[in-house]
């Protein structure tokens, strides 16, 4: 761990002799290895092959996500969908150091984030501008060889060109940045009053990204102090406790006794989501993005029916409209994300990083090769 | 009952001499008169008058809806939201006898169907085009005297003038047929695959609009065979039984094994709302009418967010876009209704069209003042 | 048709004791008196009495907008719409002072800005949320008398109640703003290119709407440095001067060769038309509020077709989702207005008013009775 | 950058074996041989090859498109655009011969019609659901070789699979069908009133989508007799004759004095595009794909903006959106398309069938190979 909450950051990405730089044949990479808890350091796993159509990316940062914690705990869902061995770690930054012939829309050199989801192209959600719910979605770091690593390989499309000059704490979150700006942005928010429920990474950020847009207030909930100190830093205007706080009057008193516009659900805690839905007022819009442990009692009735609600649930990030709604909100430097990368640590380091994960003392986690 | 499944009909509505009648003191009313089951016909109910922007309509007939049961059994919701004595019955339609000095929008001798939703005109969802959801909705037959009598005042514009020649067994579900289309034509309907489930009238007038809306085909789901066999007569290009036949198999067996793309929910059936959710396609669209009993256990991972499925909660009309959508339908002469009225009662008769309408071996009752 | 079942209703309403002050017979007000150009100050004008559902206002502010210059300079416009005599002026704020006994959406001492458009609410328009287009539109100060004066009568929908302390350059111009922010709010702005063409005080408000939505970067044209100078104040990336400089050319390259996602059509200049269309990106989108001289070249094919552009009218305000708009952009504190009320005079002198507002060099000109 | 990496494929395939018969070398074709007017057939052009993602099409039927009479009169849009020599035609259906071993969305034998416009899947518009206006676009029969001949090769995701046995009549016409899928798609159409202007072969099958999607009613407008009796006989409600009859006094008639709620502009004629304007109401939705001669006056204010009326471009189809809506209506059984198909030629006797499409006598011809 490099710093605590860190201020200085590398100022800007200089041209690498990456292009002349010979490829080795292995490298170090944090494995999932066994069908069992934890990974593995491996110091000579094989460094990919690209395929047509691909590219190989030099890994400079990854960060940490929630689905990293399901693999690392080998939880139910890690058993049932994951074949071990494999290289984890899905937000990836890095460099384009090698390209199939036939690539042409990045270009060895590029310092580029990851689009971790790997899809097909030819279902009919491909086809029909609904690439997140790709039926043969295949994501990186779960289902092939993920990023925490000195090396990945990539189908090029799945490989987004940032400015050379994007900070590198920045570039390695815009992945996930994609969820809170996919959520945020499938609805009107300018001149609405936003409730994001759950301050994890994706809710904290989608405060922020909510303020952009011009929302005429944000409110924010969790049951973490550490969390609701950093909703209020990326910019809520009122964050609320609901671990001992009334969160539906509170909200009813913030909005004129309304409720809110927008319900930006982030927990999967059913209290809080029947709490945001208790907040929303008629004709509200919910977009939904925590996954709860499991089916659970929901009153479709008062939160949907009587209240012509609209429900909306979010995965992935629509590719590629988030991506560049992404691009063109960093340009404006209308998004303060600094706050959001807490921790750095050295890859090797992987085991100290996931336990400050786990402790929900963070926010985003980098990883350095 | 003057006919089982009636073929014929008045053909024609005659101008009457309803400008020169007196109106009477005193009418025949069917009256909720009492905190306790079942209703009362009055014979000297007093006839309304008619306040500042409103009309007096002289009742030709009324038909009965759901809402209509929970107030003759007196149930839970009824206990809480009503306050007897008053006219029950708020499908309605009938001829304009008398019109405040400040009404211009329909005139005696006008035919009118009556939209049961009094709303305030001034809350913001009124203010805003969403009146289907104002705070402080009044309506005919539950909040304020109903029509099931010879006389109902209400504003003018509930008061939805219809061509003087419209059949009476279409203009008395024309509020009802309004429930349909807010569902049928929140979201694209053509070219698309849709799932009714519920085959009530409201479910069955669905099945009709969706097919006149170009719909690639519609799928109806029930538990009644009398319904399912309505459903085939309005057009269903599938019934499924769902007592019987496995709901899910059945419907992705027939769309290719995509899933429906349109889910209309018109049963209240916590297993047919699961089944719809399991037979909706990825980034499909469900609109919910019906009333679940209350909460029920309900996966939103599966059902909402994986799928990336939007949601919609449909209640009353959209007014008055809904009632223009009717008028265009029904000019057309797309819609094919004719079968959903399977009964007619004179109003003195009520206790023989209520028992009739429990037993589920109907579609909608008319009954004659 | 008259009865007696109706409570009768006096037409007018007595000035009440529940005001605060005397109301007087007689009030100054600026009256289009004849049918030529120019304007008289009237010292004894009648003080409006208010009819049904209406209220009486006590003017503190008035502000002259484009409509106001037509009525002055007497064009063909004018001869063709307007009936002197007549007070004209219908950006206005002021108190509620008097209000029909009917009416509860507001009460007296209530601080008021003026919708301007009286619409009709029984029109397909109206009924259907679209009452900008009402067809049966009165606008004060054209229709029918207007607020350039110390009192003015309205229909009580049409006073929107601001919060107490709004300061008063900002509510007077609140009706106009709304011009801005429909035209602003009608597609996506957060992260999009936007390009404003036309630095007139709507314009320069859509600039600053724009940047509080988040938009990528808003650029803006005009022709004189007074304006540009404004809109760079107000918040535009990049202005460009289009009498000078190679609008389309700047625009491609401030936007990487894409052109911009979003024009706003402020100008009604032909000339700044057709550079706003061949700004404009395949599939963006053209908001047009600008009203050109009359009918001119227009290229179809080359600026709508081709690009697949989507192409909105903008008129008037959405009623009342504008206002409320307004309301949460206000209160969020995004909005930066100050610098758009660069004048302030009396309203006697509203001559020396007119010649500033002529002259071009100013921004939102207020009126003080 | 070549490298030991990449598994080297053949950059073009190998005449299978799996074929069910010999794919010969020459072929016959219509070809645009020179920079001047005319087609020659051609009896021994090179039968394509195909490349990676490619696959060959036996061609069954082609038919003639407007824009293919721009490529034989070789005017100001063709001497600009076209490189002879090339084979012409891009309206095709056929059979799957030969695929490339990376393909895996059709297979051999399979029945398809083709998508006409090549995209590039790389670029903004391709990346964003809206490939019709994909800044890369190559069409087949003006960009590339076309599909009158025996054999055409496109990339696999052009090849539209059919059900075996949809007749060659409508597989050959799915292509332009989808030109009037998209426009008839674009806004709500079910209960609308709508006006075609322009009855040409996409004019007059949108008139048959509008009607299937249940419009409210559809009138027509063109300046041939017959066309006009196409009109009818494709569904359209009213057929105005634009030559002497007035159309917007007509449709003003038809409408209640309404006008059209949508607007489908086929035939790029400035009288006919302002007659459409004209006709179409306050907030109404005008879809334009008929290209003019060139600008012309417009009158934006009346047309546009005081109307509030939406306009949108309409280039292509949407893909594949319009594909799958294709599907799903032809499903249906709502369309009916026979009338359309007029005339059918082998292909060697193409004058006479170019010459029977100048002459407007006509729907749509078939050639056979």
Same mark, same amino acid.
């Given at each position: 761990?490099?710093?605590?909450?860190?201020?200085?950051?590398?100022?800007?990405?200089?041209?690498?002799?990456?292009?002349?730089?010979?490829?080795?044949?292995?490298?170090?990479?944090?494995?999932?290895?066994?069908?069992?808890?934890?990974?593995?350091?491996?110091?000579?796993?094989?460094?990919?092959?690209?395929?047509?159509?691909?590219?190989?990316?030099?890994?400079?940062?990854?960060?940490?996500?929630?689905?990293?914690?399901?693999?690392?705990?080998?939880?139910?869902?890690?058993?049932?969908?994951?074949?071990?061995?494999?290289?984890?770690?899905? +937000?990836?930054?890095? #460099?384009? @150091?090698?390209? %199939?012939?036939?690539? $042409?829309? =990045?270009?060895?050199?590029?310092?580029?984030?990851?689009?971790?989801?790997?899809?097909?192209?030819?279902?009919?959600?491909?086809?029909?501008?609904?690439?997140?719910?790709?039926?043969?979605?295949?994501?990186?770091?779960?289902?092939?060889?993920?990023?925490?690593?000195?090396?990945?390989?990539?189908?090029?499309?799945?490989?987004?060109?940032?400015?050379?000059?994007?900070?590198?704490?920045?570039?390695?979150?815009?992945?996930?940045?994609?969820?809170?700006?996919?959520?945020?942005?499938?609805?009107?928010?300018?001149?609405?009053?936003?409730?994001?429920?759950?301050?994890?990474?994706?809710?904290?950020?989608?405060?922020?990204?909510?303020?952009?847009?011009?929302?005429?207030?944000?409110?924010?909930?969790?049951?973490?102090?550490?969390?609701?100190?950093?909703?209020? +830093?990326?910019?809520? #205007?009122? @964050?609320?406790? %609901?671990?001992?706080? $009334?969160? =539906?009057?509170?909200?009813?008193?913030?909005?004129?006794?309304?409720?809110?516009?927008?319900?930006?659900?982030?927990?999967?805690?059913?209290?809080?989501?029947?709490?945001?839905?208790?907040?929303?007022?008629?004709?509200?819009?919910?977009?939904?993005?925590?996954?709860?442990?499991?089916?659970?009692?929901?009153?479709?009735?008062?939160?949907?029916?009587?209240?012509?609600?609209?429900?909306?649930?979010?995965?992935?990030?629509?590719?590629?409209?988030?991506?560049?709604?992404?691009?063109?909100?960093?340009?404006?430097?209308?998004?303060?994300?600094?706050?959001?990368?807490?921790?750095?640590?050295?890859?090797?380091?992987?085991?100290?990083?996931?336990?400050?994960?786990?402790?929900?003392?963070?926010?985003?986690?980098?990883?350095?090769?």
């Amino acid at each position: 761990m490099l710093s605590h909450r860190m201020k200085s950051r590398a100022p800007e990405y200089k041209r690498q002799k990456a292009t002349l730089m010979t490829i080795p044949q292995k490298m170090k990479a944090i494995v999932k290895a066994e069908r069992a808890p934890g990974l593995t350091l491996v110091e000579d796993y094989p460094v990919p092959h690209i395929g047509h159509g691909e590219v190989l990316i030099r890994v400079r940062a990854g960060s940490i996500c929630g689905t990293d914690l399901h693999i690392y705990h080998w939880d139910d869902w890690a058993q049932h969908r994951l074949k071990p061995p494999f290289v984890v770690g899905h +937000e990836i930054a890095g #460099d384009v @150091v090698q390209i %199939a012939p036939d690539v $042409d829309s =990045v270009k060895v050199g590029d310092f580029v984030s990851l689009e971790s989801h790997v899809v097909c192209n030819h279902c009919y959600y491909c086809r029909t501008g609904r690439e997140y719910i790709c039926e043969n979605t295949r994501i990186l770091g779960v289902d092939r060889d993920g990023g925490f690593a000195d090396y990945i390989s990539v189908p090029a499309q799945n490989a987004w060109k940032n400015p050379a000059g994007m900070p590198l704490h920045i570039a390695v979150i815009e992945e996930n940045l994609g969820n809170a700006i996919h959520a945020v942005m499938s609805q009107d928010i300018s001149a609405k009053f936003v409730l994001v429920t759950g301050c994890g990474p994706v809710g904290l950020m989608a405060i922020n990204v909510a303020k952009a847009a011009g929302a005429r207030a944000v409110f924010a909930t969790d049951i973490s102090r550490y969390r609701l100190e950093m909703a209020r +830093e990326m910019g809520a #205007d009122r @964050v609320i406790d %609901a671990s001992s706080e $009334d969160v =539906v009057a509170i909200v009813r008193d913030l909005t004129y006794h309304e409720g809110v516009d927008v319900l930006l659900e982030m927990s999967g805690a059913p209290s809080a989501i029947n709490q945001g839905f208790a907040a929303l007022r008629g004709g509200g819009v919910a977009s939904l993005l925590g996954l709860a442990p499991g089916p659970f009692t929901f009153d479709l009735n008062d939160n949907v029916i009587f209240k012509g609600v609209l429900v909306r649930g979010i995965v992935g990030r629509r590719l590629w409209e988030t991506w560049y709604q992404a691009r063109g909100l960093l340009e404006a430097g209308v998004l303060k994300l600094d706050p959001i990368v807490t921790h750095e640590f050295a890859m090797r380091d992987f085991d100290k990083a996931y336990e400050t994960f786990i402790s929900g003392k963070s926010g985003k986690i980098m990883l350095i090769p």
